[in-house]
């Protein structure tokens, strides 16, 4: 029997890690991933300002997982009701169970010139390209875009905001966070929002709210109250399915399925939990319905390995959405929310510093921990 993990972020490697503690040795584990490492991706946005940082935040799969097999290589298309995945080299993998938990890509809505004209944030490469371009906006003065206020946004404009001042630049740099609804990050409570509001405020970042991009060219952007020019352009403005996916993030049930065989998982989703609540693409959703997920795949193993012969589907788990709460870094500082309760400062900083190092911990990343937590100090 083989069970397929399809990608490797926060979804797949918690899964793929929980499959080989609950999954006998006759069964088959196949992990599936275009880099052969992991990224701590809800921290590459440091990467900016610290490249440095970069060795922390990336994982060698291979030091990761035990017994599943490893396949790096990029998935074209998957048959979730086959159980049937495309690879890039033009390998035909087959599964009896499996996940796809692919993540997402940019989504830049289809807005003429935003595409080609703005730098995304979701790889290594793409935080190196913004640094690199940020600091000639230092060195000759400019204006830096970041357009979408969600978390992602958020962080990057305030580590922009951070770099410039430690270049002395602030004085000829500006920095503006643009919005299309009413606050910045918009999905999260009030007093969350203006926490975000105040943090960005107090590190000279312009914040511009109501204000939908409406095409980008090569140095401006076309807004409804007029022309923007720009020198260094990045975009947060939100999520699309994996390619594999054909762009689209499918609806799954509340126990995580796609269909019999197959689960989504993570980003790669859209999910309703247990209580009919929309689930919010996050790290933190994901890592938690790998949990559910892997519950899931060992009932639906077992029975099959057992072979009882009955035509009852074993009765799966249904997630459900419950976090402590949300984190956002905002250059040097932080914003937790934790219930209904927003912190701010050192307190929210520390707790910023213990979720990377936590999860990179809970992944036998030990020593990644320890460099992450270093470098976050040495700030």
């Known amino acids: 029997m083989r069970v397929a993990v399809l990608g490797a972020g926060y979804a797949g490697l918690v899964l793929a890690q929980r499959l080989e503690r609950r999954l006998p ?14 990224l701590v991706q809800h921290e590459v946005h440091r990467v900016i300002r610290r490249p440095s940082v970069t060795d922390a935040l990336t994982l060698p799969l291979r030091d990761a997982l035990d017994r599943a097999e490893l396949v790096t290589e990029r998935v074209e298309r998957v048959d979730a009701d086959a159980g049937f995945a495309e690879l890039a080299d033009g390998t035909e993998l087959d599964y009896d169970f499996g996940a ?37 906006v230092c060195e000759s003065g400019g204006t830096a875009v970041v357009g979408g ?11 922009l905001a951070a770099l410039a001042r430690e270049r002395n630049a602030s004085d000829r740099v500006d920095v503006v966070l643009l919005e299309q609804f ?3 990050t918009p999905a999260f409570p009030e007093n969350f929002q203006q926490a975000v509001h105040d943090e960005l405020a107090a590190r000279d970042v312009e914040i ?3 204000t939908p991009v409406q095409r980008a060219e090569a140095d401006s952007i076309e807004l409804a109250e007029g022309t923007l020019p720009y020198d260094l352009f990045v975009w947060t403005g939100g999520i699309r399915g994996a390619d594999a996916m054909g762009g689209e993030r499918p609806l799954v049930r509340n126990d995580l399925r796609l269909s019999e ?12 939990d247990a209580d009919g609540e929309s689930v919010p693409a996050s790290a933190s959703a994901a890592i938690r319905e790998a949990g559910t997920v ?7 193993v077992t029975r099959e390995l057992d072979g009882d012969g009955t035509d009852f589907a074993p009765r799966l788990k249904p997630y459900r959405f419950e976090v402590p709460g949300w984190i956002v870094s905002v250059g040097d500082g932080a914003v937790a929310q934790v219930g209904p309760t927003v912190v701010t400062g050192a307190a929210a900083k520390a707790m910023k510093t213990t979720v990377g190092a936590g999860y990179l911990s809970s992944v036998k990343a030990v020593e990644k921990a320890t460099e992450l937590v270093e470098a976050e100090l040495n700030e």
């Open 149 to 159: 206020a969600g978390l992602s946004g958020v962080q990057t404009a305030g580590e």
């Open 208 to 210: 511009r709210t109501n």
């Open 294 to 300: 892997a519950r899931n795949l060992e009932r639906l």
């Open 261 to 272: 065989r197959t689960f989504v998982v993570g980003d790669a989703a859209r999910a309703v």
């Open 182 to 184: 009413d606050s910045v």
């Open 100 to 136: 796809i938990c692919l993540g997402s890509e940019t989504n830049f809505h289809d807005l003429p010139g935003v595409e080609a004209h703005a730098l995304p944030l979701k790889r290594v490469h793409h935080a190196e390209a913004i640094r690199t371009q940020f600091l000639d």
């Open 25 to 38: 040795p006759a069964v088959d584990i196949v992990v599936v991933d275009e880099s052969p490492t992991h």
